[in-house]
């Protein structure tokens, strides 16, 4: 996984970081002053959050005088799932400093079904008694699916889970999805949800979500409000 930042930071870029690897990051800094030192580049804020030291990649030179640095980041095995930030700080040589939260990303730990055909004539009902019966026991093995545990190469560099990956690229295909959120406190959240195609999505036996759009070209973000339990 890596990530160029030669973004504009207010559009915060989601860092995606797992344990059992390395997340390059690539950062770019116009500098502006040639006749002083070099900034330095630090990170903070997350200790759950590894960063190496950065190394210099591109020097400034040519009329944009934009450095290229890279680091390389992982997640420590305490780095809770879910959403953290992570600053990035840039200090001049005259002391001015500036700071850059980053939001990093821990992916929650998934479970897929092996592929389902569909039948687009049917819809999203046409699975509506394996539906009801996973919603009572998700794992049993009566249930005659095949679970094998998201890798990372299953994760895009944006944090979402990508089922043609991790499930079948073929075309007319469904499967489920599992995971477990662990809830600090059981209360309202926030689900934030993206997807290009058919889906639904149950929090705790309950459907919260359900949406027959198909437009693969596209992302289509949703905000719910959900309560978890504890």
């Keep these: 996984h890596s990530l160029d930042m030669r973004v504009p930071m207010p559009r915060q870029p989601v860092l995606t970081v797992f344990p059992s690897r390395e997340t390059q990051v690539d950062l770019w800094l116009r500098w502006n002053h040639p006749a002083t030192a070099p900034p330095a580049i630090t990170f903070d804020g997350n200790p759950g959050v590894q960063v190496s ?29 879910g959403l953290s930030v992570l600053h990035a700080r840039v200090r001049t040589a ?30 999203l009902e046409a699975l509506a008694d394996l539906d009801r019966r996973l919603l009572e026991a998700p794992l049993d093995p009566a249930h005659g699916l095949d679970w094998r545990p998201v890798e990372p190469d299953d994760i895009t560099r944006f944090g979402l889970l990508d089922l043609r990956r991790a499930v079948s690229p073929r075309p007319f295909s469904q499967a489920y999805a599992f995971t477990r959120i662990d809830a600090e406190a059981a209360g309202p959240a926030i689900l934030d949800l993206t997807h290009d195609d058919w889906i639904r999505v149950w929090i705790n036996g309950e459907l919260v979500h359900s949406s027959a759009a198909s437009a693969p070209s596209t992302l289509t973000r949703t905000r719910l409000g959900v309560t978890l339990r504890q």
């Design 53 to 81: 030291t950065p190394s210099l990649l591109v020097a400034a030179d040519g009329p944009d005088r934009l450095e290229r640095h890279r680091v390389a980041v992982r997640a420590r095995a305490d780095l809770q799932r």
């Design 94 to 123: 005259d002391g001015l400093e500036q700071v850059f939260p980053l939001r990093v990303l821990r992916p929650y730990r998934w479970l897929v079904s092996a592929p389902l055909r569909l039948n687009p004539a049917a819809g």
